[in-house]
């Protein structure tokens, strides 16, 4: 799997692999669908993250022998100073462009994808997978409460919500749902400014929305955080624990 920069798990009876690569989100979560409303965060200290990488790899021009490729990612070291060296091998590779990626991808996960986030929530989180992208909407870390759940009565281009919100002047807003069949969608939000309980949509959402799932609310200026998930453990009956990592799809640009 690594040499795809992929990962191996097993799920539903047999083995599955997902490689890190953009990808579209496939699901949200905010205060409302989770234990306790509350997102656990853990990250590691910027001055002992790597931002040298020795990356190994077989030259095929040399009888396949080992050679090392040098990656440095320069703007930290001028930023941080030299912190300390990562060695890595990338397995089966043969070029050197490609181990040259490696120790790209290597360093930038690194230094900008290093904040670990952890919840607890229902059946729901059976749905995400490992490698797939979500969505958080965190009034404690955003500052502003963006997310809830979704009341009856809502139609597919006009949604209930839970709590009021407040559509300022001149700013464009989106509005993320989770749909009957657990899909995510989003959509651009139509209604006037001011204090609003119902939202319209300018398009219709394809599918119709479940009754108590979530909505999240963003604009320009307070966007959900963007996270991979890297493990999903049901801890008893009924109830799932998500760990998560950063995600930054620009990496890939």
């Given at each position: 799997?690594?040499?795809?920069?992929?990962?191996?798990?097993?799920?539903?009876?047999?083995?599955?692999?997902?490689?890190?690569?953009?990808?579209?989100?496939?699901?949200?979560?905010?205060?409302?669908n989770v234990e306790n409303?509350?997102?656990?965060?853990?990250?590691?200290?910027?001055?002992?993250?790597?931002?040298?990488?020795?990356?190994?790899?077989?030259?095929?021009?040399?009888?396949?022998?080992?050679?090392?490729?040098?990656?440095?990612?320069?703007?930290?070291?001028?930023?941080?100073?030299?912190?300390?060296?990562?060695?890595?091998?990338?397995?089966?590779?043969?070029?050197?462009?490609?181990?040259?990626?490696?120790?790209?991808?290597?360093?930038?996960?690194?230094?900008?994808?290093?904040?670990?986030m952890t919840f607890t929530?229902?059946?729901?989180?059976?749905?995400?997978?490992?490698?797939?992208?979500?969505?958080?909407?965190?009034?404690?870390?955003?500052?502003?409460?963006?997310?809830?759940?979704?009341?009856?009565?809502?139609?597919?281009?006009?949604?209930?919500?839970?709590?009021?919100?407040?559509?300022?002047?001149?700013?464009?807003?989106?509005?993320?749902?989770?749909?009957?069949?657990?899909?995510f969608q989003s959509k651009?939000?139509?209604?006037?400014?001011?204090?609003?309980?119902?939202?319209?949509?300018?398009?219709?959402?394809?599918?119709?929305?479940?009754?108590?799932?979530?909505?999240?609310?963003?604009?320009?200026?307070?966007?959900?955080?963007?996270?991979?998930?890297?493990?999903?453990?049901?801890?008893?009956?009924?109830?799932?624990?998500?760990?998560?990592?950063?995600?930054?799809?620009?990496?890939?640009?």
């Amino acid at each position: 799997a690594t040499v795809f920069r992929g990962i191996s798990y097993w799920a539903s009876g047999s083995i599955a692999i997902s490689q890190d690569s953009p990808k579209p989100v496939t699901y949200q979560f905010n205060n409302s669908n989770v234990e306790n409303g509350v997102f656990e965060r853990a990250g590691s200290n910027i001055k002992t993250r790597h931002n040298v990488a020795l990356v190994t790899w077989n030259d095929p021009s040399d009888m396949y022998k080992q050679k090392i490729e040098y990656v440095e990612d320069f703007s930290v070291i001028e930023k941080m100073g030299y912190v300390s060296e990562s060695e890595v091998a990338a397995f089966g590779c043969t070029s050197q462009g490609q181990a040259h990626r490696y120790g790209e991808w290597l360093l930038y996960t690194e230094q900008y994808e290093s904040e670990v986030m952890t919840f607890t929530t229902g059946a729901e989180g059976a749905i995400p997978m490992p490698n797939d992208i979500i969505q958080v909407s965190d009034v404690y870390h955003a500052g502003e409460r963006r997310g809830g759940r979704v009341l009856a009565g809502s139609t597919t281009a006009s949604v209930k919500l839970d709590s009021p919100v407040v559509l300022a002047v001149g700013k464009i807003y989106n509005l993320s749902i989770i749909d009957v069949d657990g899909a995510f969608q989003s959509k651009p939000v139509s209604s006037a400014a001011g204090t609003r309980s119902t939202v319209t949509v300018s398009t219709a959402f394809t599918k119709a929305i479940a009754e108590n799932s979530t909505w999240i609310l963003s604009d320009a200026a307070l966007q959900p955080e963007t996270l991979r998930v890297v493990g999903v453990e049901e801890s008893e009956a009924g109830k799932y624990k998500i760990a998560c990592l950063s995600h930054q799809p620009s990496k890939f640009d």
